[in-house]
């Protein structure tokens, strides 16, 4: 795409968060997205503010040097003082492969800090992984349970594959009094404790690295077994049962377990199912699907018929819908979020 094209499309999508912009900086929050690319006219290329840090990614095809300086020349004239790091993903498995120069990997590797309605969070452009330490799309969610727990109808979180637990660092900073942050990733787990001493809340939040079926299952009284399918259960940290008066539920696509798979397109309800038994009777349970493929009210209707058959039936369904700053021609985007009253 030519310099000038692109120049054009980046003025359309800044004037068009031109309000949204406002309303974010009012609250504190320096952490959003400025170009969608799969609606607003690049299929593929992103381009995330995260405080200081101007994040440009390409998951399609790379971009010429040309187009990341028109990418830098355009934001240097908008918002002062950001430092752009590109990272190319458009290799298989989503991958960062380009090099970068001493200096810009210097910018890359050195933390920053962004802000989301007051909460502070800890970001690198490059790490050991390849996403970034705070899902943009997943603000409308945290802005949901904040107000929950702000609103005191939460005091308990558990919150499920909790990456950098950005959602349970939320929820501390809005008044929940104990909240559980469960992932197998010890790296990830050690952003999110980070992140509580940053917001000063180390003693609101439990970190526990731990296969997500094995927390669930012991947390809701199911129990597991010793063996599956042959072969020794690995050890796991032993946890008492408890409900919790909010469980967050945000898997991966695909991943491998002890237990067997998470499968959000074939099967959601075996993840569904223990993080329902772990949340207290007239709780609440917020899962994501983040799989486009997937329709939304097919799925809440799999949602609805797995909780009849637990015996804890749904009795309130609510949609949350990614802001602004995350478009969609249709209504239909690919990150599903429910709030569930259970």
Not at 149 to 167: D, E, H, P, R
Not at 185 to 213: C, H, M, W, Y
Request: hydrophobic share 45%.
């Amino acid at each position: 795409m030519a310099q000038e094209a692109l120049t054009a499309l980046l003025d359309a999508a800044h004037a068009a968060r031109g309000g949204l912009l406002a309303r974010l900086h009012a609250e504190s929050t320096d952490a959003y997205r400025l170009f969608h690319g799969s609606v607003e006219g690049e299929s593929g290329l992103t381009v995330d503010r995260y405080g200081e840090l101007l994040l440009v990614q390409s998951f399609h095809r790379t971009l010429e040097p040309a187009a990341v300086e028109a990418i830098e020349s355009f934001y240097r004239s908008r918002i002062a003082g950001l430092k752009l790091v590109y990272n190319d993903r458009s290799a298989k498995n989503s991958r960062i492969g380009n090099p970068l120069s001493a200096e810009a990997m210097a910018i890359a590797t050195t933390p920053v800090i962004a802000r989301e309605m007051g909460v502070k969070y800890q970001i690198q452009a490059r790490h050991d992984g390849q996403d970034p330490w705070l899902f943009l799309d997943l603000r409308a969610a945290r802005r949901r349970v904040m107000a929950e727990a702000a609103g005191q109808s939460i005091k308990s979180l558990l919150n499920v594959f909790a990456y950098t637990c950005g959602v349970g660092v939320a929820a501390a900073k809005a008044g929940a009094d104990f909240v559980v942050n469960v992932d197998f990733s010890e790296t990830a787990l050690k952003v999110g404790k980070d992140n509580a001493a940053l917001n000063e809340l180390p003693q609101r939040l439990r970190f526990i690295k731990s296969d997500a079926f094995a927390a669930m299952r012991q947390y809701s009284g199911i129990g597991q077994p010793q063996r599956v399918r042959g072969k020794p259960m690995p050890p796991f940290p032993k946890l008492e049962p408890r409900a919790f008066d909010l469980v967050f539920l945000d898997p991966p696509r695909y991943a491998k377990s002890p237990f067997g798979v998470v499968d959000l397109v074939n099967d959601y309800p075996a993840l569904f199912k223990p993080a329902l038994l772990c949340t207290a009777e007239g709780g609440t349970l917020v899962c994501c699907n983040n799989v486009a493929q997937v329709e939304r009210e097919a799925w809440l209707d799999q949602l609805e018929r797995s909780a009849r058959k637990a015996g804890r039936p749904i009795r309130e369904a609510e949609w949350i819908v990614p802001e602004a700053d995350f478009p969609s021609r249709d209504g239909k985007h690919p990150l599903k979020m429910l709030l569930l009253r259970v």
